[in-house]
């Protein structure tokens, strides 16, 4: 079985600042592990995914991700936040075996202050 | 380019009453299908998956069904809606054959249950 544990359902930052948003993960196969952004009232998209390749993922909108199989980890940085990065973001965890399903954390809610 | 639509995009249904919600994608070939609710602070919860025509998986038990009656047609369906039906129902596709595979989301639908 897989999970996905998203630290902090609420992380508030300021404009420049940087982000940091936590995920950690729980698999017994080698995980692909996904990013996605969700902005109000609209569906999810995807930031950037590890699929075992590099560790260290460069999605769209500057942020970027490092897979750390040791704590595992795959948490979401960008190092200067900007007010149009205020929305959710979703850790997601698939693996051999999965039947293609993904199985998302529960959510952190991004603010960015002026 | 693959586009995929949901429809409505907002429906409000009393309690008891039948549900029909359709995701059609286009730009792609049988593509795999998922249904995902998106409840307040609870994440995103797979209801049901397809990897083909008259092919649906369930993921969870509950007075849902869903049904694929052409390869990018993709319908949630009830008989009778309960109050704990209210959510955000979110369609997505995939190339499908692989657990690296992106999933692509739709604009949901916002439900309410009265």
């Known amino acids: 079985a897989q999970s996905v544990t998203q630290l902090g359902s609420h992380v508030s930052v300021s404009e420049g600042a940087l982000v940091l948003l936590r995920c950690n993960y729980s698999s017994s196969v080698p995980p692909y592990l996904f990013w996605y952004v969700q902005y109000p009232n609209q569906g999810l998209q995807l930031l950037l995914k590890?699929?075992?390749?590099?560790?260290l993922v460069k999605g769209i909108n500057g942020f970027e991700a490092e897979f750390k199989k040791s704590e595992t980890s795959f948490h979401l940085t960008k190092p200067s936040a900007h007010m149009s990065d205020a929305a959710e973001y979703f850790c997601a965890v698939s693996g051999t075996g999965s039947n293609y399903k993904l199985t998302f954390g529960k959510g952190t809610l991004l603010t960015v202050n002026p | 380019s693959q586009t995929i639509h949901q429809w409505p995009a907002t429906l409000v249904q009393p309690v008891g009453s039948p549900l029909s919600l359709e995701c059609t994608v286009e730009g792609t070939s049988n593509p795999n299908l998922y249904w995902y609710r998106q409840a307040a602070g609870r994440g995103l919860q797979l209801l049901f998956y397809s990897v083909g025509i008259g092919q649906i998986s369930s993921e969870v038990p509950q007075n849902l069904s869903a049904s694929r009656p052409q390869d990018r047609q993709f319908i949630l369906s009830s008989k009778k809606l309960l109050l704990s039906d209210s959510g955000f129902y979110l369609c997505?596709?995939?190339?499908?054959?692989?657990?690296?595979?992106?999933?692509?989301f739709g604009p949901g639908t916002r439900l309410t249950v009265l």
């Open positions: 590890y699929t075992s390749a590099a560790t």
């Open positions: 997505a596709w995939s190339d499908g054959g692989r657990e690296t595979d992106t999933q692509y």
